[in-house]
């Protein structure tokens, strides 16, 4: 079974600097999904950025980037130039490819990001 | 337009109760989802349909019952409400064909209160 892990349940930053979430996962599939979700305090799941294991390429998506290190099952997210509306908490998240509805996301158990003004 | 839209938002009832959660989504997706949030944050599946078949069944007590009349629907129902219920439940969709976006889309999320 496929298993994901957030080593830091709490992070802060400064507002406009630089912070790194980490995620390392488990799998023994070549093809899958990996995703980072943000729930702010409204309780909405926000997708941030996604990352199709079969690119090289690490996803970005404006302030927001991903290193994507396959071989070493590690997925962490950069937020730069943090702004207070990114305070939230974060969820990495692994999918299987789309099997008729058994692709279950599985989600990490998340990290909470303060940011300071 | 709302994508995916649960309701209600929240709900307060007492044990031993009966009550459901309803799901929409207009995006067109085939398969649907309930997750749990607990009072830790961790999110879990629990069921998925696709296409109004039950797919994923994750170990849910059996008071626990998903109801699909229509792919676009996906309701939750709950009996015999206990305490450990109380939490946050999350309705999602996504599409399941290769070719198109695969990241699931969620609702509002429902907070169940059990007293």
């Known amino acids: 079974a496929q298993t994901v892990t957030q080593s830091q349940p709490e992070m802060s930053v400064q507002e406009a600097e630089t912070v790194t979430l980490s995620c390392t996962y488990d799998t023994s599939e070549s093809d899958y999904y990996l995703f980072w979700y943000k729930q702010p305090p409204s309780r909405q799941m926000i997708l941030v950025i996604r990352q199709e294991a079969y690119k090289q390429q690490n996803a970005t998506e404006n302030r927001f980037s991903v290193n994507f290190q396959k071989a070493a099952k590690s997925f962490s997210l950069k937020i730069s130039d943090s702004q207070l509306g990114d305070a939230a908490m974060y969820f990495c998240a692994y999918r299987s490819p789309p099997k008729g509805g058994s692709e279950k996301l599985v989600f990490g158990k998340g990290t909470k990001l303060t940011v300071n003004p | 337009d709302t994508a995916v839209s649960q309701t209600p938002k929240y709900l307060v009832t007492q044990m031993g109760n009966d009550k459901s959660i309803k799901c929409e989504q207009n995006l067109g997706h085939d398969t649907m989802y309930w997750y749990k949030q607990d009072s830790k944050k961790f999110l879990k599946i629990m069921f998925s349909y696709n296409n109004k078949e039950l797919i994923i069944n994750e170990t849910v007590p059996n008071r626990f019952s998903p109801k699909s009349p229509d792919k676009a629907h996906l309701n939750l129902h709950i009996n015999s409400l206990e305490l450990g219920d109380s939490a946050v439940y999350f309705c999602?969709?996504?599409?399941?064909?290769?070719?198109?976006?695969?990241?699931?889309?969620f609702g509002q999320g429902t907070r169940l209160t059990v007293v």
């Open positions: 999602a969709s996504s599409q399941d064909l290769e070719t198109v976006n695969t990241e699931a889309f």
